[in-house]
Structure formats: C-alpha cells, structure tokens
C-alpha cells in the first residue's frame, strides 16, 4: 500500500484584507472562510502549511512581459487616470479594477503557486495545494477575467524544469484561456479545459476545435459544454476524458485548477455541479499518483467556495468530511443547515448537455488524441499480444482420467499457439 | 500569393477549354467571398461554372482554414454533366482587411448573377439548378480587381494578400496554375501515386525552385496561412475584446460545425481591428510565418500514410484564433532530460507543523475530519448564547494548539471579535454610510467611508466589513428570508422587499460579468 501522500499547503494571512472593491464578486476573503472552515475541521494535522514568500517582479517576469509586471506594481487607484492609455493597453479598469494593494495581491497567489512547484521539484511532498492561486485568464501583456497575473503559467514554468511534460487540467466554469494560449505551440504542456461556451460566455475561447498549433498540435484539449451539467454526466466525460489524456501524454507532473464556478448557485457560473461531483474530479487526479499541483480559481458565492476546497482539502488528504460544518467564526455563513452541501437553490437548472452531445464532444476528443504518440520525442513499443500460459502440464496428465469441464476449457489453446515459425506466440515463455 | 495579370488570363483561357472536358479536372482553390450579408452556402453552377473541381478532392478554404479534403464524390465536371454529389466542405475567402467596398461590390453583383438566396436566407442556391444535390461550397464569379484574380466563370477565386511587397517567395511563376492544382488534387486522390512523384528531403527543399509543382503547392500554403494568421489574430484580439457574436451561432443544428465558424467569421469581420494590434501581430507573424513551414513540414512527412494526409497540408481542424509570437506564448525551453537546479531557496516559510522549541501547551488535539456535534450540554441549544459560547470554545482551542501560527494565519482578526476595537458609534456610522450609499444609486460607500472615519485604516475597515457587517447581515437574513440568501447584495435591509431582479451593473459582452442566459434572480 502506498505510504500517506505528503501534502504542502500554502496561505498568506494577508490576502483577507484584500478588496477588489464593492459589487466584485472576486473576494479574496472567501479564501480567509476556506482557510478557517480547513482548520475547524482539523485538516491541518495531516499536512504542512506554509506561507509563501512574494513572488518578486523577476519572477513574475519569467512569462509577463517586464512591462506590464511593472505598470502593474507601479499603479495605484489614486494615480489610475494618468495612465488611461496604459490601463487600456493591459486591460485594466473594468473587469480588473486597480485597487489598493493590488501588486501585492499577485505576489502573494503568484508566490504560492510557484514555491509549491518548487516543493514538488525537490520531492519536498507529492501534493501541494495554493488556494488562492489559479487565476488562469491573465496573459503574458495583459489582464483578463480578474486575474492579473497568471501564477498557473509560473507553477508550470517551473514544473517544466524537472518534468518533461506537464499536464494542466482546468474545471473553473470558464475556458482556462490564459494557460492555454500560452502554451498553445507546444508539446511540453498538455491542457485540457472543462468549461461552458457559447451564449457570450466569457471568454468566448474553447470551442472543441481549438487543439494547439505547430509542434503543439494537439496538446491543447478543449471540452466546451453547455448550462445546466450535472455531477453524472461531468464526472463521466471528466474521467473518461482525464484517464485517456494521462494514459496518452504520460506526464511528470499535473497541475489542477479547481475553478469553484463551476459549482451549482455560483453567482457566475451555470453548472449544476455539486460539492461530490466537483471533488470526485479531484480525487480522480490524485488517484494517478503524479506530483501534483492543486490550484483555486473563480468561484463567486464565499460560502460555496469555502465548502468546496475544504472538502477537497479533505479529499487530497484522504479525509472525508462529514457534513456537519463545526462551529467556527464564520458559520453564520453556512447557514441555514450549516451543513457542507450547497443549499438547494429556487430555481432548477436545466442540463442542456444532451447525451448524444456530450458523446460528440468526447469522440472529437478522443479522435484528436489518437494523433499523438505515447509520450512525445519515445517511440511508442509494439505492445507484445497477449498470450496464454497454461498453467499445467499436458505431459503430466493422465489421459485415462476424466477432467471436468472446467479444467478442460482451460487446455484450449490458441490456434497459432505452438505454430512454428515467426510468429509463434510462445516466443516469450522462455522469459517467463 | 501574387498571380499576375498574365497569368489569370492563362487560366481562364485553360478553364475554358476544359470545361466540356469529361476529364477530372484540378482542383481549385475555391473561396467564398464573405460580404457580410453571405452566409456562405451556394451551389456550383453547373451550367456556367468552369467545373474545376475534379472526381476526388477539393481544396477548400474554410473558415480561414486551408485544407484540402477529399470530396466525398466529384463535382460536376461539365455543363449538363450528371448530378454531382455532395461536397461536404465550405470554403470561405480569407479576406483580410485589405479587401476593400469596390471588389466586395464587384464579387457580390458577380455571385449574385449566379445565386441567389432561399427562402430562408441562409442558404445560397443557384438560380438554375440542375437537379443535383446542394454544394455547400460556394463558387463565386467576379470581375478582377487590381492584382487580384476572379474566375468570371469559374469557382475559383484567388485575392491578393497584402504582405505580397515583402514576401518574395511567395511569387509564384509563370505556370500554370492549373498544374498545381493538377498536381495537389492527384495527391489528395492517391499519396502514393507513383506519377505525381515525391517530395525530396525536407532539408533540400528551399534548393528546390518555384518550378516544381510541390514546392508551388507550399508556398501558396505559406502565404494563405501568413493571411490567415493575421486576420485572424486580429479579429481575435478584437473579438475577445468586443463580443458581438450572435447567439443563434451556438445553436445546435445538424452538421453545424462549419456552419458554426462560418458565422463566426462573419461577425467579427465587422468589428473594426484595432490597427495597432494588427500591427504588432502582422510584425510578430513574419517571425512566426517562418515556423509554420516546420509544422507544415511535418504534416507532410508524416501525412503520406493515410487519406487524410493530404488534407494534413492546410489542415487545421481547430480554429487559429489563438495569436502566435513572443507577445503571447510562454517561452519554453527544450527538454534536455538535464534537471536545472530549481531555486530552493524559496520554498515557503513553514508556519504549521510547529516545530517543538515552539510548543507551548498541550492540549488534547481534536480528532481530523471532526464536525459539528450537535449535542452539547447547553441549556438551550442552538440558542444565539449556544452558538455564540462554542464558536468561543472553539476559537479559544484553536489558539493553544497553533500557538504562534494562529497569529501568523491572522486568526485573531477574524470573525466578530474584530468589532471589540470599534466603538459603537463607529459601527453605527459605518452602516449608517453603507446605508446611505446604496449602489443601485450608483454610489460607493467606501469613498464616504474612508472619508467619515479617518481613524480606520483600510485594512481595518475591509476588516470590519467581512467580518462584522457582513456577519451581521448573514445573521439577519438567516432569521428573515432563510431561503433566500445573498450575503452579498450590499442593499439588503431587514424587513426590505427581497429584489427579483439582480442589481448587478450589466457589463459590456466582453466581460467576465456578462451572462445573458443566467437569471438573475438570486438563486437561493
């Protein structure tokens, strides 16, 4: 049995008072609930929290350009209308407002998704988990979607100097455009993007079609789905889909992004994806015994987020949780069952994910797959055919004596079993 | 690719000839001339078309994507010729910005002298059909338009790119076009068609001059994929930004897939490209041009085998709206199976386990995973004192066991203990100006907040905000409206009329807030 998986888990008390300002629904305090509903439920005995230094503008640099990264330190919101022309250019002001302590904010996601990269290169532990990171639509000169800078990308970066290739999975609600886009033209990083598309839903990326470029060439996967997915039919694709991927593209390391938007009652999102379903995908990943990389993401409704990621937090470190949510500052919140699952909403969401869809979606996938090799740049082995060994000796028996039926049809033999020639099946007993 | 006068005028006299030809004729590079109010669809006009697509494939741009695919049958290959099949493929015209009101003029009176809509406007159908099954590529005549080339008769059409100043290599010479086309559809019929010879070594290719069919056939390719890469970056850069698409494209129809980008296509070549981002894209595509012959390259090489390999040549299954060059991807490096030396310098600073010079208490440690028990030896459980005392114990507990950690994690500000250094007049003030400020109005109450008490400092009101207003509210609509909770709704009051619709400012569509098929009715 394998021993318990070390898991390392990044917080920074710092991010709590972070604000994006009133009516954003990013709220960096959903990390502080999630932080504290982790510890009421004692998860910390089992793993190693650390906090993450802040990631320096150099760092930041390795995929930002150098001049975003500093436009972004240098701004303030009392200096933003100078720079109207700068805040155009990166992308800032509407969706990714400027607000106070903002470059600090990056430091400290971005900082946690790296050192947790770190810890899984010098084999420090198998897991390492940074909520507060996973902002995934940042690109390498501009902000998007709230996320300013792209710490997956960061992590990944430095996953890639010990791993051949990474694999990075995204169930945020949204297409985990920034990750993808900057890694599109190459075979060192799969990504593979569950996600809603169509209607204008942001950000508009992610069609089934998108399957990378150049050497990248199919080592982008994109699973766009429609309103209304339930845990059933999502844990279905996931899995299929995941276990293919892994099975395929054979990575060194996965980075997971656990978007909790995608989550039914989500202020944005509009999946009907329960706490069980979203987490069964995460348990599935660590299944695969890969040093892995668990990141947040969106997630809009505090309570919600906060009950999904202690949960996961709970599933990485093989802990189930029961569902009565223990006392603690904020359970006010939790209210009214106090209980981790998501309350029942008023309004029913219809899957619009039709079976026959979802099957289209996934041999399109799997149709891609098929292009790539086993392990990029590694010839793939001629898997030998399966052959049979008997397991008793025909000399040795006794013709006079009958034999019941069931030791008889263990004698048949295949047909080419003994054929003398190239391609005698037994070729391999001598092995054996 | 520039085909000059010439040259057209070559062709057009060598489709003429061949149009009663009972022979397969070359394929074409047949485009769609989008227009904006085209939706692409169209039959080939038998009676007046020049017939150039032959028995076996047909290249066809579609959607910005060249590829060549094998027809599933021929096209007709003559006036009066029997019905010919389906070909299951669109083309489109990769029309970048250049093209300008006068040819799109000229193309549309050309295709309308020839097609004309069905009743439901979204198909193109020629005015005289011959009995024969719906193409869904479309064949476009029109006169020539400076440098560019229009088959007046023929289903061909091919437009002049603009970057044909700098790209030299993609003049093509005085051949025939047709032999390409020959050559290309010969491919794509058998790979390994012994007469249409073989590519040399991908080392030795630029020896090779424009003389030799194949190499006519990659240089083309170069030059669509360079006019396809920067229209495209483009309309992306401007599409993610300015969403316009019309819901009806996501609509699932049958077959819809090419329909799908087709209309995507459109939209957004309405939107006006932002003329500095063409220009950084346009600068970054030369470099980037360059890398497109390696993965063609390889397309090629590894394409033979199968059917579907000469497809591979423009293939591109996914739409490239992803923009390529150093302003968007991430650099790299090779793998080189040497591990670099991570910096381990910074790993974190461990906070919790403790280490033991740290321990200070002992404390019988609460089994992992525990929730809530909900007996307790309160007289009146559940009650707000209940509540209040076991938050208390569990708070105080928390604190012996993480010893300095409960500091560093910022625990002791948390929860409603923070309000203990307010006053009670400030706590009265701050929702006074939350009050008063509602947003529906249009108004921030943080900017009346950091005015009206200078004493607190940001981090403290933040503080105060999550931790105690925010509490308190979630308190009071836990006991008013259970069912329907949104601790986030800053105009929420007791005893106000729960809102049906959502306050939420409507963003524009580009916006990570733009969710039209979400309702929004609060959810809970």
Known sequence: ?432 | MVVDKDLRGHFMETLNQKKNDEECMPSVLTFKINSGDDDGMGNVDETKSMELESNGSKISVEDEDLMISDSKESAACSAGGGARNEVDTESEVVEGDAVNKKTRASLKRARDSIYEEDSVGSNWKKKSPVGQQDYESIGIAAESDGGNIYSSQGDFIILDPEVSGEESACVVDKTPLWAMLNWLNGIAKDPRDPEIGSLPDLSKWNVYGSDKLWKQVLLSREALLLERHRTLSAKRLVWQKNQKMHPSMYEDRDGSGYKLRERQFEESFLLKASSKKVKNVSDTFLSGCHGTEEHIDNTIKNGDSSSSSAGSLFDNQGQEEVPLGSEFQAEVPEWSGVTFESDSKWLGTPIWPLKNTQRRSIIEREPMGKGRQDSCGCQVRGSAECVRFHIAEKSKRLNLELGPAFHIFKFDKMGEEVKHSWTSQEQEKFAAIVRLNPPSQGKCFWDQMFKDLPSKSRVELVSYYFNVFLMLRRRNQNSFTPLNIDSDDDEWEPGSVVRVVGHQEIRSSGSIFYSPTKPHSRCR
């Open chain 1, 1 to 432: 049995m394998r021993p318990k998986d070390r898991i390392s888990y990044f917080y920074d008390g710092d991010v709590g008072s972070v604000y994006f300002g009133p009516n954003h629904p990013m709220k960096p305090h959903r990390l502080c609930m999630t932080h504290h509903l982790v510890l009421s439920y004692e998860l910390h005995n089992k793993m190693e929290v650390y906090r993450p230094h802040k990631a320096y503008p150099v760092e930041l640099a390795q995929f930002h350009s150098p001049d975003y990264v500093e436009f972004l330190h240098r701004i303030t919101p009392d200096t933003q209308h100078l720079f109207s022309n700068e805040l155009a250019k990166y992308n800032l002001g509407e969706d990714c407002p400027v607000f106070e302590n903002l470059f600090e904010f990056c430091q400290i996601y971005a900082g946690g998704t790296i050192d947790a990269a770190r810890r899984l290169n010098n084999q420090l532990c198998d897991i390492a988990i940074n909520w507060a990171g996973g902002l995934h639509h940042a690109k390498k000169c501009e902000a998007s979607g709230f996320c300013y800078i792209n710490d997956l990308v960061l992590g990944i970066l430095e996953l890639l100097k010990y791993h051949a290739r990474v694999l990075y999975i995204d169930i945020d609600v949204h297409h985990g455009d920034g990750v993808e886009e900057a890694f599109y033209f190459t075979d060192r990083v799969m990504t593979v993007s569950f996600h809603k598309f169509g209607d204008m839903f942001f950000p508009g990326t992610g069609d089934v079609k998108e399957i990378g470029g150049k050497e990248g060439k199919f080592y982008a996967i994109n699973v766009p789905l429609k309103d209304g997915i339930d845990d059933t039919s999502f844990t279905r694709l996931f899995k299929a889909i995941i276990a293919k991927v892994v099975e395929t593209y054979q990575p060194g390391a996965i980075v997971l992004q656990c978007g909790a938007d995608s989550l039914a009652g989500d202020r944005l999102g509009c999946f009907n994806l329960s706490i069980d379903g979203h987490s069964e995908c995460v348990r599935f990943v660590k299944k695969f015994n890969l040093p892995l990389l668990v990141t947040g993401g969106g997630g809009y409704t505090k309570e919600n987020v906060a009950r999904c990621w202690a949960v996961e937090t709970g599933v990485l470190l093989d802990t189930e949780l029961p569902n009565e949510i223990p006392e603690n500052e904020y359970i006010k919140y939790f209210a009214p069952d106090y209980s981790l699952k998501i309350p029942r909403g008023n309004i029913i969401l219809e899957n619009l994910n039709s079976k026959s869809y979802l099957s289209a979606i996934k041999m399109q996938v799997f149709e891609n797959l098929r292009n790539i090799q086993h392990a990029p740049s590694v010839q793939m082995q001629e898997v030998p055919p399966d052959f049979y060994i008997p397991d008793f000796d025909e000399d040795e028996q006794n013709p006079d004596e009958r034999m019941d039926q069931h030791t008889q049809d263990k004698q048949i033999q295949r047909d080419d079993e003994y054929y003398d020639g190239d391609n005698d099946n037994d070729q391999n007993m001598d092995d054996a």
